[in-house]
């Protein structure tokens, strides 16, 4: 039933309210969930990529073993998200937009296919004529 769906889809958020802070969501909270899904997204699509990529290893790579959860683009990218959070107050809405614009353009970045994310550190390859 219609009201069985609506308790249903207002659980999760609710769900997600309670690590938020309580209550209902803002908009500018949603945003900020919205980025941090699609960071780790495309995080954990760089790591799947290195894993299967043909290109031989750089010296970096070589370095950073692949089993280390702790050197993965995904393991850096919450952290990260997580340390810059951190430093800004809850109250502070300019910051907080601008920060947001920031991290789409990151992530607008991490799309690009020359792009490649090992250990948290972000390298592109170029390829010479």
Known sequence: SASTKQAHSSNNNNNMAARVGGGRLS????DV????????????KK???????????????LLV???????????HARA?????????KRTDFKTIEYAIRKGYKQVKLLKMPGVKVVGGAATTTTTTP
């Open 27 to 30: 908009g500018l909270q949603k």
């Open 33 to 44: 969930i919205s980025l941090y899904r699609t960071v780790l997204r495309e995080a954990v």
């Open 47 to 61: 790591d799947r990529d290195a894993l299967t990529s043909p290109v031989k290893p750089s010296m970096l790579q």
């Open 65 to 75: 073993p692949k089993d280390s959860s702790t050197t993965s683009s995904a393991f």
């Open 80 to 88: 990260e998200f997580r340390r810059q959070a951190a430093s800004i």
